[in-house]
Nanobody, 119 residues
Framework: QVQLVESGGGLVQPGGSLTLSCAASVDLWLFASMGWYRHVPGKQRELVADIHPHDSSVGYADSVKGRATISTDSAAKTMYLQMHGLQHEDTAVYYC????????????WGEGTLVTVSS
């Protein structure tokens, strides 16, 4: 069983910076991929960024490209999302996601952490 726990959400001023963390209960090399999603009620869930722990390849949504950095720390068993230049449109519940491919493919989700960008 895999558990993912997000932290780091909260209230931030427009233009500010924030770092989200996703702590996993297992070593990150067990994951085929990990990602950060965000969701606002009434809108589609959006993949913000993803990363493949084995080769550190990353991808970003156009909406955050240039303002976000996804990374992992194997020793801490933690994935991070660093963001700067935050705007009101970044307000959402951010979710950590990870995919295990062995012994069988399965997707895991954290409970989410709320990020509110407001003056």
């Amino acid at each position: 069983q895999v558990q993912l726990v997000e932290s780091g959400g909260g209230l931030v001023q427009p233009g500010g910076s924030l770092t989200l963390s996703c702590a996993a209960s297992v070593d990150l090399w067990l994951f085929a991929s990990m990602g950060w999603y965000r969701h606002v009620p009434g809108k589609q869930r959006e993949l913000v960024a993803d990363i493949h722990p084995h080769d550190s390849s990353v991808g970003y949504a156009d909406s955050v490209k240039g303002r976000a950095t996804i990374s992992t720390d194997s020793a801490a068993k933690t994935m991070y999302l660093q963001m700067h230049g935050l705007q009101h449109e970044d307000t959402a519940v951010y979710y950590c996601e990870a995919v295990v491919s062995y012994p069988s493919q399965k997707e895991y989700w954290g409970e989410g952490t709320l990020v509110t960008v407001s003056s």
